[in-house]
């Protein structure tokens, strides 16, 4: 028992140590970022926004069902609600009602404003989509930036241990006797200054691993590390397209042209329905209601002790003869209430019909209404226009971009070499004490900032190339590194 509770101790601090190691990769990022980023969590509320509007706008071609009811006691003289004599009482009263409404014709708004919903969810569907390529880049973005941070870390600390060997071999020199003093304090100025430029370096790495972890919303800053092997520039034959392609498959596939062009359908559709309000509208209607009240009541009823009772009821003019009536004798009495559903049943009712409402004036509501989206329909075609326009200078500016990264990486790269060749070529003229540690130094410190230049090149070429995939269509979970 002991040995297993040991065996799952161990298991645990190995997990949490790999959990804790764990680097992750730009594809897990990107990922990650499309799941719990907030910007896209609150595009994705839009979309389910949209369904709620389509669900409401498909609600209008359904028949409407209310019910209603409602329950009252009075005390004092009141009418009674069945019989409606005044009398002096407690009366609990209560009524109900149920209504139906359909709509027979609205001017086709409720078509128009179903056929908007579907747009409308379209729009929000690519406003998504956006979100997340620009999310998916801003990570691509911070990413690479930590690659850069990390390569720079690492070329500088790689320097500077050439640079403490040559402390070690200067120091020997001179008190061989062999090179002055003077060259042991250029070595070591060397060293303190790199020595500053590797914390510079670190406080740079830092800070753009804190940038991307915030990015993907992860708090453990400490432990967030990225892998640092395998992103190396790849041919990609988006590199050997020409611009005019490039804005042409843009202009299909980017969602900002997309979302333009539903927001010109979403102001026609507008203008639709303000001017369905110039037509008559027919609806329909059926209502059924009841009522009940325990108040007593008075009715008329034949004595069945008298009868019949006799009474004058006019004079013969030429005789003087009364004339006699004979009439039944009712008397009044004290009625209970009939009982609850049989009142409901007695007391209901029902009434049907059609209702045509034609607008006439109405304080020029309509025509504004009209003229207002047939305004915005002319701004949301500037706005495609303009969407257009950005597009394709963005893709050409991108281009540009790219064609010009590619060029800053070649020359990058023959730099190194070349001020390879010639710290290599300082070093060994410094070994040999032909010339001095000045001379060394300043070729080390511009083979450095060669092999930095090269780092920044590559991984902005690698970025610039990838904004040029997106724009071609290339999906976000698609790139490859």
Not at 86 to 107: C, E, H, K, M, P
Not at 213 to 219: D, G, P
Request: with cysteine; net charge negative.
């Amino acid at each position: 028992m002991k040995k297993l509770i040991v065996f799952l101790f161990i298991g645990v601090i190995a997990f949490n140590a790999q959990a804790q190691n764990k680097k992750w990769t730009l594809e897990e990022c990107i990922i990650h970022a499309l799941e719990n980023n907030i910007s896209i969590q609150q595009s994705e509320l839009d979309v389910e926004l949209s369904e709620i509007e389509k669900t409401a706008a498909i609600g209008n071609f359904l028949p409407t069902l209310n019910a209603s009811g409602s329950v009252s006691e009075n005390t004092g003289l009141s009418f009674n609600p069945v019989t409606n004599n005044a009398q002096t009482a407690t009366i609990l009263s209560a009524t109900g009602r149920i209504n139906v409404g359909y709509t027979l014709f609205d001017g086709l708004a409720n078509f128009r404003q179903l056929q908007r919903a579907d747009i409308s969810k379209l729009a929000a569907e690519y406003q998504l989509d956006k979100m997340k390529d620009d999310i998916a880049l801003f990570v691509a973005n911070g990413y690479l930036q930590v690659l850069t941070n990390k390569e720079n870390l690492k070329s500088a600390q790689a320097q500077n241990l050439v640079t403490v060997d040559q402390i070690d071999r200067t120091n020997q020199l001179v008190d061989a006797g062999v090179l002055p003093r003077g060259d042991l304090l250029e070595i070591q100025a060397t060293n303190a200054s790199e020595l500053q430029n590797i914390a510079v370096l670190e406080n740079a790495l830092t800070i753009s691993r804190i940038s991307l972890a915030q990015l993907l919303l992860i708090k453990d800053y400490k432990n967030f590390d990225v892998v640092d092997e395998g992103y190396d520039i790849i041919n990609s034959e988006i590199s050997d397209k020409s611009v005019e392609e490039l804005i042409s498959a843009a202009k299909e596939n980017r969602n900002e042209v997309r979302i333009a062009e539903a927001n010109v359908e979403l102001a026609k559709k507008d203008l639709q329905i303000a001017r369905s309000s110039y037509y008559p509208s027919l609806s329909a209607f059926f209502g059924y209601d009841t009522r009940y009240t325990n108040a007593t009541s008075f009715e008329q009823a034949v004595d069945l002790d008298n009868p019949i009772i006799t009474e004058q009821i006019g004079i013969v003019e030429e005789t003087g003869q009364a004339v006699i009536g004979e009439f039944p004798n009712t008397i009044n009495r004290i009625s209970t209430p009939d009982p609850f559903f049989d009142q409901v049943y007695q007391n209901d009712g029902i009434s049907y019909g059609l209702q045509l409402n034609i607008p006439i004036f109405n304080g020029f509501q309509v025509k504004n209404n009209v003229k207002r989206s047939k305004i915005n329909i002319e701004r949301s075609k500037f706005l495609l226009e303009q969407a257009e326009l950005d597009l394709e200078s963005n893709v050409y500016q991108s281009f540009v971009d790219a064609k010009g990264s590619l060029k800053a990486y070649e020359a990058a790269q023959k730099a190194v070499e070349s001020q390879e060749l010639a710290y290599q070529y300082a070093k060994d003229r410094y070994d040999a004490g032909v010339t001095n540690a000045f001379d060394f130094s300043q070729s080390k410190l511009r083979y450095d900032s060669a092999v930095i230049s090269l780092n920044r090149a590559k991984y902005d070429y690698i970025f610039k190339i990838k904004v040029l995939e997106l724009y071609f269509g290339v999906p976000v979970t698609e790139l490859k590194f």
